[in-house]
C-alpha cells in the first residue's frame, strides 16, 4: 500500500493558471458539476489525459499487439461509462473530455437520477450518507460509478429521504412529498 508519508499527488495543475479562457471554463465547469474546488476537475482532467496518452501510445504499436491493447483499452471505459459504445475506436478515446469523465461521478449521477434536488445537494446527500450503492453507504462523491452500478443507486435503508423521496414537478423541479 506504501508509506503514507511518501503519498504522491494524483493530479497535475495548469501549466499557466491564469489564462483567462481556462479560468472561464474551469469556474464553469465547477458550477455545473458541483465541485469542491478545481482539484477535482484537474484530477479529472490529469485521468482523461493519461488515457488519452495510452490511446496515442497504441497507435506505434505492431498491429497484432494494438488490436488487443486497444480492445483491452476500449473495454474498460466502456465499463467505466466514459465510452458510449462498446466498439468505439481508437479517435473516440483521443476525442474524450474531462465532461465525459465528470459524468460518471456518483454526485453527478445521484442528481440526474433526481434522488437530489440539486447538484449540491446530492453531493451533501452522499458526504452525509443517505447514498447508497447496492445497499452500501457511500460516501465519496467522486465515486466513479461503473456502468453496471448505475441501476444500484438509491437511498440508504435508514435514511430519512427513503420514506419521503424528492419527486418532480410539472416545470421541471424537484420536491419533496410530505407525509
Request: no cysteine; proline share 6%.
Amino acid at each position: 500500500m506504501g508509506d503514507p508519508r511518501k503519498s504522491r499527488r494524483k493530479w497535475a495543475g495548469p501549466g499557466h493558471p491564469w489564462i483567462k479562457v481556462n479560468l472561464d471554463r474551469e469556474q464553469v465547469l465547477i458550477g455545473k458539476y458541483g465541485l469542491r474546488n478545481k482539484r477535482e476537475l484537474w484530477l479529472a482532467q490529469t485521468i482523461i489525459r493519461n488515457f488519452r496518452h495510452q490511446a496515442r501510445s497504441l497507435l506505434g504499436l505492431p498491429p497484432a499487439e494494438r488490436a488487443v491493447r486497444e480492445k483491452q483499452l476500449i473495454a474498460k471505459l466502456y465499463r467505466m461509462g466514459i465510452l458510449d459504445k462498446e466498439n468505439a475506436t481508437v479517435d473516440d478515446v483521443l476525442s474524450l473530455t474531462e465532461e465525459s469523465y465528470l459524468e460518471r461521478r456518483l454526485q453527478t449521477i445521484v442528481y440526474r437520477k433526481g434522488l437530489a434536488r440539486t447538484i449540491y445537494q446530492a453531493r451533501q446527500l452522499i458526504v452525509h450518507g443517505h447514498i447508497a450503492l447496492g445497499g452500501k453507504r457511500v460516501t465519496s462523491p467522486g465515486y466513479i460509478v461503473q456502468r453496471g452500478e448505475e441501476d444500484m443507486i438509491d437511498y440508504y435503508p435508514t435514511s430519512p429521504f427513503k420514506q419521503h423521496p424528492p419527486t418532480q414537478t410539472s416545470g421541471g423541479e424537484v420536491n419533496v412529498q410530505q407525509a
